[in-house]
Nanobody, 122 residues
Framework: QVTLVESGGGLVQAGGSLRLSCAAS????????MGWFRQAPGKEREFVAD????????RYVDSVKGRFTISRDNAKNTVYLQMNSLKPEDTAVYYC???????????????WGQGTQVTVSS
């Protein structure tokens, strides 16, 4: 079992930065690919970024490429999402997820955190 707890959300002006953290408990954390999703009001949850368990492979949704960076520190059981040049359309609840089935896809059977709110004002 893995428990995920996100932190680092908040209110920021457009053009600003935030760094989200996702702290994991559970001894198998360091073997799971990890991802970040977000859900804006009235919209479906969408994939933002993910990272392989060793950190050598990352993927991003096109809308955040060049602005967001995902990283992980397996020694600290933590995954990060550095968000720069934030835009109002980045406003959402951000969730981290552990791909426990190593499928490269994410669904409700994976481990999810409770989310952290990010609000970007114009």
């Amino acid at each position: 079992q893995v428990t995920l707890v996100e932190s680092g959300g908040g209110l920021v002006q457009a053009g600003g930065s935030l760094r989200l953290s996702c702290a994991a408990s559970g001894r198998t954390f360091r073997t799971f690919p990890m991802g970040w999703f977000r859900q804006a009001p009235g919209k479906e949850r969408e994939f933002v970024a993910d990272i392989s368990w060793i950190g050598g492979s990352t993927r991003y949704v096109d809308s955040v490429k060049g602005r967001f960076t995902i990283s992980r520190d397996n020694a600290k059981n933590t995954v990060y999402l550095q968000m720069n040049s934030l835009k109002p359309e980045d406003t959402a609840v951000y969730y981290c997820v552990a791909d426990k089935e190593y499928s490269g896809a994410y669904d409700e059977d994976d481990y999810w955190g409770q989310g952290t709110q990010v609000t970007v004002s114009s």
